[in-house]
């Protein structure tokens, strides 16, 4: 069943206003935790709340501890967004 495993990445990656398109449009593939379709569920679960989430809030996950955030979380990130997003935390 790709297509469902596919809809179900599409899903998790609806909306989040800025963020949420620059997550959408990352190349995730040079990055340890791969590319959204072969996310884990429960990575795919977290992104989907983070995203649909008005409080600012963000994920760090897989071995190089890479991030993921919102829009709130963007703005208290200045000058480190958008360079920040799916970096390892120690670089951000």
Same mark, same amino acid.
């Given at each position: 069943?790709?297509?469902?495993?596919?809809?179900?990445?599409?899903?998790?990656?609806?909306?989040?206003?800025?963020?949420?398109?620059?997550?959408?449009?990352?190349?995730?593939?040079?990055?340890?935790?791969?590319?959204?379709?072969?996310?884990?569920?429960?990575?795919?679960?977290?992104?989907?709340? %983070?995203?649909?989430?008005?409080?600012?809030?963000?994920? %760090?996950?897989?071995?190089?501890?890479?991030?993921?955030?919102?829009?709130?979380?963007?703005?208290?990130?200045?000058?480190?967004?958008?360079?920040?997003?799916?970096?390892?935390?120690?670089? %951000?």
């Amino acid at each position: 069943m790709p297509n469902a495993s596919l809809h179900n990445t599409l899903q998790c990656l609806a909306g989040g206003g800025e963020t949420g398109e620059l997550i959408r449009t990352f190349d995730w593939s040079n990055t340890s935790i791969g590319t959204p379709e072969s996310w884990s569920q429960t990575l795919k679960t977290l992104v989907g709340i %983070v995203l649909d989430s008005r409080q600012a809030m963000f994920i %760090v996950w897989g071995s190089e501890r890479v991030v993921l955030y919102n829009d709130k979380h963007a703005e208290m990130m200045h000058d480190r967004h958008p360079a920040g997003l799916g970096q390892p935390f120690h670089k %951000v």
